[in-house]
Nanobody, 121 residues
Framework: QVQLVESGGGLVQPGGSLRLSCAASGGILSIANMAWYRQAPGKQRELVASIARGGTTNYADSVQGRFTISRDNAKRTVYLQMNSLKHEDAAVYYC???????????????WGQGPQVTVSS
């Protein structure tokens, strides 16, 4: 069974940094696009950043220049380095990936459990 297990959330002061990790496991044959989304209280879930298998990245305007998404295909892991954090970055951050697993015919979309990121002084 495919799982996305995230780590790295927590409390940070404004201007600080955090690094999120998300490791995929469970009968995986291939991972295509990987991404991070976030959802703040009372707001819709939004795309933060995405990265294709070949490394092409895409960022939300609000995090461009502050956040960096990367992946290690051998480890089946995607990372989100978050620098210069602001109050408005506080949210639950969800890992997302398109995965082909054993026995499956198509890539399916999976979500992680969502670590909380709190930005507060």
């Amino acid at each position: 069974q495919v799982q996305l297990v995230e780590s790295g959330g927590g409390l940070v002061q404004p201007g600080g940094s955090l690094r999120l990790s998300c490791a995929a496991s469970g009968g995986i044959l291939s991972i295509a696009n990987m991404a991070w989304y976030r959802q703040a209280p009372g707001k819709q879930r939004e795309l933060v950043a995405s990265i294709a298998r070949g490394g092409t990245t895409n960022y939300a305007d609000s995090v461009q220049g502050r956040f960096t998404i990367s992946r290690d295909n051998a480890k089946r892991t995607v990372y989100l380095q978050m620098n210069s954090l602001k109050h408005e970055d506080a949210a639950v951050y969800y890992c997302n990936a398109d995965i082909l697993s054993r026995g499956a015919t198509y890539f399916y979309n999976y979500w992680g459990q969502g670590p909380q990121v709190t930005v507060s002084s």
